[in-house]
């Protein structure tokens, strides 16, 4: 079982940047394939980012490819999100997500663990 801890939003205006952390307990983070979502008021929650378990393989949504990047550091046990040319369309609340298993999956139910997400909040 592992323990997802966001952190690192805020408000910023459009075209900044911010970079978002998720700390994980337990010893097996490594095993992991790892996630970046985000929920909208009154919208659904949505894939924004995934990693496998090395850090060498990443897919994006459209909507964020060549502005966000992910990444995580296993010895740290931390995945981070790093947020650049910030748009009022990306205010949400973001959440990072686990799944044991492959990596490549952009559906919410398919991972196994949720942190209680950080706020994101970009101004016009």
Known sequence: ???LVESG???VQAGG???LSCAASGRTFSRYAMGWFRQ???KEREFVAVINWSG???YYA???KGRFTISRDNPKNTMYLQMNS???EDTAVYYCAARSG?????EVGSYDYWGQGTQVTVSS
Request: glycine share 20%.
């Open 1 to 3: 079982q592992v323990q």
């Open 9 to 11: 939003g805020g408000l």
């Open 17 to 19: 940047s911010l970079r």
């Open 40 to 42: 909208a008021p009154g």
């Open 56 to 58: 060498g393989s990443t």
């Open 62 to 64: 459209d909507s964020v």
């Open 86 to 88: 910030l748009k009022p």
């Open 102 to 106: 492959s990596y490549g999956y952009t």
